[in-house]
């Protein structure tokens, strides 16, 4: 997605600096025709902040607790798969940029350092799941998560089929394994990324590479990726809730009826996600859709919304409309590839200061005032 009206919009054009052209695309790329994308940022286009003076706002706290934690900033950083590639602090980097920022963090199934790697990092991560054809393996996961301390896990149901992403087919990205010359070329333009991912060895899947024989990054991930389990319904998430005692997130909620039934099932929250516009396109924005779930989940667990998320005002926005917190993917991968954890805290407290900026501006001192408020902090454009 191009990033040119969000506070990551430079830490955006720098990662396209230093990343080879397959991966800036892989990162900024939406499905099909990429309306999804493009709808995620205009629907906050469509909702304005009421500023509102002569009160207090000396002290602006923006704290959330969101998924058993408390967060300093109402956010998490989205699952974002092969993030590890991006820059050689991988995925336990920006894991480490969460905990120092006080926010939440999720790892993907799809992740180079490992669930356990990044749990010992000491930042609390959740880990996202898939249910996989082979439920044995999936167990697996599940007790690994356990065992190193995985407070919940997230499972994402948006993903029974994988659409085309045609920046991914014009770039050959998912045949990455047999590199081609002209991809050989891209990658060798970019000697000090090339260097970053060398240095940590021969990148795999750390979540995932003890499953499959496949070698190479993109070999493991075609394996598993296929034994994404397309039948999963509302057994299998029953399922899944009798053999997982921790906390359960249902991520990729955009319809009512879904919503209930993953509350039905036993979940304890939900993200609602287009999958910031990588899977279904066309579909409705996100935020477009938020009021309708938080009636159907009815205060029965904490709501997530992700996918366009780029400014505090779109932070206060979502929580005016009944999200619990916000997460963002692209934008911490951008901030990753721009410049490793230190970048991705800088991002961090550049959206943090923003939901500060705007708060006190709304006349709100705390994020329990501005939920009080609801859409009376707003005006509809
Ligand atoms: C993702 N996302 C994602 N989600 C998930 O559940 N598992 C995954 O492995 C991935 N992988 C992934 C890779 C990349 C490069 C991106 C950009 C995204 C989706 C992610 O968690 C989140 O829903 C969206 O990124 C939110 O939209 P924005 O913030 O990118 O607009």
């Known amino acids: 997605m191009a990033c040119d009206d969000g506070a990551f919009a430079?830490?955006?054009?720098?990662?396209?600096?230093?990343?080879?052209?397959?991966?800036?695309?892989?990162?900024d790329g939406g499905a099909?025709?990429?309306w999804t994308m493009a709808r995620n940022r205009s629907a906050f286009r469509q909702w304005g902040i009421v500023p509102r003076g002569l009160r207090d706002v000396s002290r602006v706290n923006t704290a959330v607790s969101c998924f058993g934690q408390t967060w300093k900033t109402p956010l998490m950083l989205?699952?974002?798969?092969?993030?590890?590639?991006?820059?050689?602090?991988?995925?336990?980097g920006g894991a480490r940029a969460a905990a120092q920022c006080g926010v939440g963090m999720a790892i993907s199934t799809f992740s180079i350092d490992s669930m356990e790697d990044v749990a010992a990092a000491g930042a609390a991560p959740f880990a996202q799941i898939y249910v996989f054809r082979d439920r044995a393996l999936t167990r697996d996961m599940l007790a690994r998560a356990a065992a190193c301390g995985i407070p919940g896990i997230i499972v994402t149901v948006d993903t029974a089929i994988t659409p085309v992403r045609e920046r991914d087919a014009r770039n050959g990205f998912?045949?990455?394994s047999r590199p081609t010359v002209m991809q050989m070329a891209s990658l060798l333009r970019h000697p000090?990324?090339?260097?970053?991912?060398?240095?940590?060895?021969v990148p795999r899947i750390g979540n995932l590479a003890g499953y499959t024989t496949a070698r190479g990054v993109m070999a493991q991930a075609r394996e598993m990726a296929a034994q994404i389990d397309p039948r999963l319904d509302r057994a299998?998430?029953?399922?899944?809730?009798?053999?997982?005692?921790?906390?359960?997130?249902?991520?990729?909620?955009?319809?009512?009826?879904?919503?209930?039934?993953?509350?039905?099932?036993?979940?304890?929250?939900?993200?609602?996600?287009?999958?910031?516009?990588?899977?279904?396109?066309?579909?409705?924005?996100?935020?477009?859709?938020?009021?309708?779930?938080?009636?159907?989940?009815?205060?029965?667990?904490?709501?997530?919304?992700?996918?366009?998320?780029?400014?505090?005002?779109?932070?206060?926005?979502a929580l005016a409309l009944g999200a619990t917190a916000v997460s963002i993917g692209r934008p911490w991968a951008w901030a990753l590839a721009a410049g490793g954890q230190r970048a991705v805290v800088a991002?961090?407290?550049?959206?943090?200061?923003?939901?500060?900026?705007?708060l006190g501006l709304a006349g709100l001192t705390d994020i329990p005032a501005l939920r009080a408020q609801g859409t009376d902090a707003l005006w509809k454009m």
């Open 10 to 27: 430079s830490f955006a054009a720098r990662s396209r600096r230093c990343l080879p052209r397959l991966f800036a695309d892989y990162v």
């Open 32 to 34: 099909h025709g990429e």
């Open 78 to 92: 989205a699952p974002v798969g092969f993030a590890g590639m991006l820059h050689s602090d991988r995925e336990v």
């Open 174 to 176: 998912r045949h990455l």
């Open 192 to 201: 000090r990324w090339l260097a970053g991912v060398a240095a940590r060895g």
């Open 236 to 317: 299998g998430l029953e399922w899944l809730r009798q053999e997982w005692k921790g906390r359960l997130i249902v991520k990729g909620v955009m319809h009512p009826q879904d919503a209930a039934i993953a509350m039905a099932c036993g979940a304890d929250g939900l993200i609602v996600s287009n999958h910031g516009g990588r899977q279904m396109d066309p579909a409705p924005a996100t935020l477009d859709v938020l009021p309708q779930i938080v009636e159907a989940v009815a205060g029965r667990g904490d709501i997530v919304l992700d996918s366009g998320i780029r400014r505090g005002g779109d932070v206060v926005t």
């Open 347 to 358: 991002a961090i407290n550049v959206l943090s200061q923003e939901v500060t900026d705007v």
